[in-house]
């Protein structure tokens, strides 16, 4: 397999500012590019000129992730707030609001369903794409042991993950076992991943 070589490129100036990701659309006739402060602008690949100009209404944008299907951006800041924008449609952006912590990282799932945010809790977020919910909340402790609990307070753990979780009634914390497993469901992560 050979490479095709070219004695000419093409230089156009996408930002006053840095370029953080660039990426092509699924068809192949646009450039996705998304600039240091979560500007984003969609370029005609033949022309190169501006399509779409998408700028987010956060404050300050750290981290942006585009889905693998180039059919969303995902912008997170100093807050604990991440926006989803669809690109062909900016105006159909949504919030999530993801716990106590700013969020430090954010990528998508391969096909794009899923965004996964981590935050500097040491949580890791599982975020439904369509509709912004918070899906629930991997984490992690020490030897390989996780636990996932959702919105609902249903979860699912490895079997050693039962000794890092309590069970909380009355301002009181008990160990899990016996009847207070009534929330346990096994498989509920691969559900929800799957």
């Known amino acids: 397999m050979g490479f095709k070589t070219s004695t000419s490129a093409t230089k156009f100036k996408a930002f006053d500012q840095s370029v953080k990701k660039i990426k092509f659309s699924p068809n192949d006739k646009e450039i996705i590019v998304v600039s240091e402060n979560g500007q ?4 005609d690949i ?4 501006v399509l779409r100009d998408i700028k987010e209404k956060q404050r300050v944008v750290s981290i942006t992730a585009l889905s693998p299907s180039s059919k969303y951006l995902a912008y997170a800041g ?15 952006s949504m919030t999530a609001n993801i716990g106590f912590s700013p969020v430090d990282a954010i ?6 369903r899923l965004l996964l945010a981590s935050s500097n809790d040491r949580s890791l977020y599982l975020i439904d794409v369509e509709s912004g919910n918070n899906l ?3 984490y992690f402790f ?9 919105p609902d307070d249903e979860f699912e753990c490895s079997p050693g993950a039962f000794d890092f979780l309590r069970f909380v009634e009355n301002n009181k914390a ?10 346990f469901k096994e498989g509920l992560l691969r559900l929800i991943i799957f």
Do not use: C, K, Q
Request: aromatic letters at 14%; glycine letters at 14%; zero cysteines.
């Open 40 to 43: 984003t602008r969609v370029f």
């Open 46 to 49: 033949n022309n190169y000129n």
């Open 78 to 92: 100093h807050d604990n707030y991440i926006i989803l924008s669809e690109l062909s449609s900016p105006l159909n």
């Open 107 to 112: 990528s998508f799932s391969g096909d794009s």
């Open 136 to 138: 629930g909340i991997l």
């Open 142 to 150: 020490g030897g390989g042991e996780w636990a996932f609990i959702t």
């Open 174 to 183: 008990a160990t899990l076992g016996g009847t207070n497993l009534f929330s």
